[in-house]
Each structure stands twice: as C-alpha cells, then as structure tokens.
C-alpha cells in the first residue's frame, strides 16, 4: 500500500545502525535489516483490498491485554509493555538476563481515504489483525457508458 507510510516522529538515524548491518553480514543472517524503520520492532504487513486495508503484525508472547491501538487524527500507534516476572533461583545467579522489559511503539500515517470509527482489530496466537474500512466514497465504483 503506497499511502500507509511508517510514521518515525525522530529522524535522526541509531549510532547502532552500521554496527548492526555490520553483524549481520558477518552472520549471514537472511532477511536481517539493521534499518531504523523495522530495527527492534514486530515484523508488520500491510495489504490493500478493493474495501479495506489489512495490517498483520507478529506479536510473538504477547498477549492481547498486552497491546494497545491508537488512532489520533491518522496516524494509528501499536504499542506494547511487557515486564516479564523471573523468580530468583535460590541455586544458581543469572549469567544473561534478556527478558525483562519488552516495548514497542510504532505508529503508521494512514491513507486519507480510511475510515477511522470502523477499525477494528483481532489478536490470536500472536499475530494481530487490524481491519481499515475504506469510505464508501473513497472505493472504486464502476462507471457505466450510456450510448445515445
């Protein structure tokens, strides 16, 4: 979809940027993409049908009272805070730590032609489906040719 366009409010690229595309290519990793615009956030697609838009994002251990959805003027906001709660081992200290805190935030400007009173959104086995009605004067009608 040309007109949904990732909305990044800091344009100022991460310092971490080159290093990350650096290890990347040392790894060798398919797919890896050290960019600003997806670095450390879910995997999102968006499709354009003849009456919607159609946004899928990969929320892989959350839950869906772990995610929020805002739409301010057009720009729709998916974000996330999870804390996970570790007990301490009484056996054993903690060598690496990485599941804390897990956040996100990202925002997309969306199309003027969507309708924001009729999104609505779906969330199962960790994906989250967000439907954007088009307005009905906004999708493609059929224009018949009256012969005289």
């Given at each position: 979809?040309k007109?949904?366009?990732?909305?990044?409010?800091?344009?100022?690229?991460?310092?971490?940027?080159?290093?990350?595309?650096?290890?990347?290519?040392?790894?060798?990793?398919?797919?890896?993409?050290?960019?600003?615009?997806?670095a450390?956030?879910?995997?999102?697609?968006?499709?354009?049908?003849?009456?919607?838009?159609?946004?899928?994002?990969?929320?892989?251990?959350?839950?869906?009272?772990?995610?929020?959805?805002?739409?301010?003027?057009?720009?729709?906001?998916?974000?996330?805070?999870?804390?996970?709660?570790?007990?301490?081992?009484?056996?054993?200290?903690?060598?690496?730590?990485?599941?804390?805190?897990?956040?996100?935030?990202?925002?997309?400007?969306?199309?003027?032609?969507?309708?924001?009173?009729?999104?609505?959104?779906?969330?199962?086995?960790?994906?989250?489906?967000?439907?954007?009605?088009?307005?009905?004067?906004?999708?493609?009608?059929?224009?018949?040719?009256?012969?005289?």
């Open positions: 979809m007109s949904v366009v990732t909305y990044n409010p800091e344009s100022v690229l991460s310092v971490f940027d080159g290093w990350d595309r650096l290890l990347g290519d040392f790894f060798n990793k398919e797919g890896y993409s050290g960019s600003m615009s997806t450390g956030y879910p995997p999102v697609d968006i499709r354009e049908e003849k009456e919607r838009y159609v946004l899928e994002a990969e929320l892989p251990g959350m839950a869906e009272k772990d995610v929020a959805i805002k739409v301010n003027v057009r720009v729709l906001s998916i974000s996330s805070e999870k804390e996970d709660k570790m007990q301490e081992d009484k056996n054993g200290v903690w060598l690496i730590r990485e599941r804390g805190v897990r956040a996100f935030r990202r925002s997309f400007t969306l199309p003027r032609n969507v309708d924001s009173d009729q999104i609505k959104a779906n969330f199962k086995d960790g994906l989250l489906t967000i439907v954007m009605q088009k307005r009905p004067e906004a999708q493609e009608k059929t224009i018949s040719i009256n012969r005289n």
